[in-house]
């Protein structure tokens, strides 16, 4: 045998183990994809009873006394210290709300910059802003007289004279001390509103095609409408033939919102304030045909032409009355 190949063979038996590690490890750099090969054949030759005895064992672990995975003692560590932590958040958030709301007054807005001039709104209110019945049918004209009883339930007189005071007419009513004190309110009788406040005519003029229709300001705290001028209201038609509306009546007086009535102190101290009203008696509309109308009000510092709100100092509705 020659002597350089024994040699040889001596050495390859004489290989230390770090070799044959490395040697191992070359084989894997070589066959990147040959451990995964390996971890995919385990899986698939584990049985569906397999998995379901493994996903067994780590839901309850007998032998360990653990369930997901981990003992009670560290289940209640790591629930005490999300306890804790959520505890702290919500009593920062608490807090916070609790400092914020020291700076508001639950009886005025702190900010008002942005508060517009009243919107309107009418009375009744059934289906939207379509008020359409026949006189002859007086189930479709019902349900709106039905809808003013209700609404003007609030303005009784008895009511009236009992809950609130008698004031001067033609200046605002203001009140001092402390926003905290309860503000008196003036009376309004639903007797002002004369034909149309259902006690001489009961159904409003429904049942004659002449419907009364109530308008109303909303409610601004501490405004002072028309800057010492009462606000009156006017309607017209708002397109089409202006001859379909031919008479309109006012009340109370020439249809305005008397001072006195303002300003509106808030619902905490004006308890028992009524919103003033202005009642339209549409006693000749034409019949059998749809009539916009547009009511308005008017007075200093009162918006009403703004197209993008149909509600600001107006309001726009349609009149269709049946014979």
């Not at 038996?13 to 084989?27: A, G, M, Y």
């Amino acid at each position: 045998m020659d002597r350089n190949s024994s040699i040889g063979g001596m050495e390859g038996q004489l290989r230390s183990p770090s070799q044959e590690v490395e040697n191992k490890d070359e084989e894997k750099v070589q066959d990147p994809d040959r451990e995964k090969d390996e971890l995919k054949a385990d899986m698939g030759s584990k049985t569906w009873a397999d998995l379901a005895g493994e996903m067994k064992i780590f839901l309850w672990n007998p032998e360990e006394r653990t369930c997901l995975g981990r003992t009670a003692k560290s289940w209640g560590l790591i629930l005490l210290f999300y306890f804790i932590f959520y505890t702290c958040l919500a009593g920062m958030f608490a807090f916070c709300l609790y400092v914020m709301l020291l700076t508001l007054s639950p009886y005025t807005p702190r900010f008002r910059d942005r508060v517009s001039p009243p919107g309107v709104m009418i009375r009744p209110y059934l289906n939207g802003f379509t008020i359409a019945f026949n006189v002859s049918q007086p189930n479709t004209w019902q349900p709106y007289v039905d809808s003013m009883h209700h609404f003007l339930a609030a303005y009784d007189d008895k009511l009236q004279e009992e809950k609130n005071i008698e004031c001067v007419p033609g200046q605002y009513f203001i009140q001092g001390g402390n926003d905290s004190e309860e503000k008196k309110a003036c009376q309004f009788k639903r007797s002002l509103l004369q034909n149309c406040s259902g006690i001489e005519d009961p159904t409003f003029g429904y049942s004659r095609g002449q419907p009364c229709i109530l308008l109303k300001m909303n409610r601004i705290i501490g405004y002072r409408p028309g800057a010492g001028v009462p606000v009156s209201v006017d309607c017209k038609v708002q397109k089409g033939n202006e001859s379909h509306l031919r008479s309109v009546d006012f009340y109370p007086g020439n249809g305005t919102f008397d001072l006195m009535y303002y300003p509106y102190y808030g619902k905490f101290t004006h308890v028992n304030y009524t919103s003033p009203l202005v009642a339209m008696h549409f006693t000749d509309v034409q019949k059998n045909y749809l009539v916009p109308i547009q009511c308005r009000l008017n007075g200093k510092g009162i918006i009403n032409d703004l197209n993008s709100d149909r509600f600001l100092g107006r309001i726009i509705f349609t009149l269709n009355i049946g014979k």
